[in-house]
């Protein structure tokens, strides 16, 4: 993406400045659109950023992840490894070459501290109880295939058969995708499918129980704030290309929408009854029930 000519950084995107007759203050003198956008990605960098710390903490205070999909954990490490790696590499690129900043420092901030806040989490699996619950088959077939083509990827990269990334590609190459394109890529398709094992394992149980509900919620508001900075943009500056050149992203954010608010109906409105652990000695885990739910106890509420 070119840095000539009269443009303006928004956030992640580079625009287009308005025209002379744009209305750049459409709520009052000191609030512009513009001033909205940053301020709806500020929001958007924060709840995606600190979404993980409720998990961290509820597994830490119950000293047990049952209820906590481990699907949705491994799902979680392996995008954010991928996405890490991804935004990392081109950084660095974008320093080294003197090309435009389309990864900015807060993307590279934010995916190493998803990756570690995903470890941490990691840990805390290991080391706390459990109660029976395995990451399932066909996860393990998800990240292995994906493992799988990167690495063959990254062969033919190293053969010099295609480029590393696109940004290296200096002699016309024609590669579908790239070893580092496909990081990226993988982040997005796991956005689409992580919440589900999740999703399922709460019907199973009948209970949100273990998992932080904070976690979908601030997943909602990170996706509502992403896509209403995108929408402010377009308005700004009169281009709806801002939105529908985008529109990964908007699915990004459609897709953990819809999600979080499956979780959160599951929370308040299916299991409400069951929602909430109470302690259980060490003989009454570790083994699941007749329905393959965790044998734990629950309050029931009225």
């Not at 394109?181 to 999703?199: A, N």
């Not at 029930?289 to 044998?295: H, L, S, V, Y």
């Amino acid at each position: 993406m070119s840095s000539s000519g009269n443009v303006t950084a928004i956030d992640e995107k580079v625009t287009e400045s308005p025209s002379d007759s744009a209305d750049t203050s459409l709520l009052g003198p000191w609030l512009t659109l513009p001033i909205l956008s940053q301020c709806c990605g500020v929001a958007y960098l924060f709840a995606w950023s600190a979404m993980y710390y409720p998990q961290l903490y509820l597994n830490y205070k119950r000293k047990s992840v049952q209820g906590f999909s481990l699907d949705l954990w491994l799902y979680n490490l392996s995008g954010f490894l991928g996405y890490a790696v991804y935004n990392c590499y081109r950084a660095y690129m974008q320093m080294a070459f003197d090309l435009p900043r389309a990864v900015k420092t807060h993307d590279v901030v934010f995916s190493v501290h998803g990756l570690i806040c995903n470890i941490l989490i990691g840990l805390q699996i290991y080391f706390y109880e459990r109660g029976g619950q395995m990451i399932s088959k066909w996860t393990w077939v998800f990240v292995i295939i994906a493992c799988a083509v990167f690495l063959y990827l990254s062969f033919l990269a190293w053969l010099q058969l295609l480029p590393w990334d696109s940004l290296m590609n200096t002699d016309g190459s024609t590669a579908l995708i790239t070893p580092i394109q496909f990081l990226g890529t993988i982040k997005v398709i796991i956005t689409f499918v992580k919440y589900i094992p999740q999703i399922i394992m709460n019907h199973r149980r009948k209970s949100t129980a273990g998992l932080a509900i904070q976690v979908p919620m601030m997943d909602i508001a990170g996706a509502l704030f992403s896509g209403l900075q995108n929408i402010l943009d377009a308005i700004y500056q009169s281009d709806i290309h801002i939105v529908t050149g985008n529109l990964p992203k908007m699915l990004i954010g459609t897709a953990s929408s819809l999600y979080g608010f499956i979780i959160l109906f599951q929370h308040y409105v299916l299991y409400r009854a069951s929602s909430r652990y109470e302690p259980v000695s060490e003989v009454e885990l570790g083994s699941l029930d007749k329905q393959g739910r965790p044998a734990v106890k629950v309050y029931q509420g009225p």
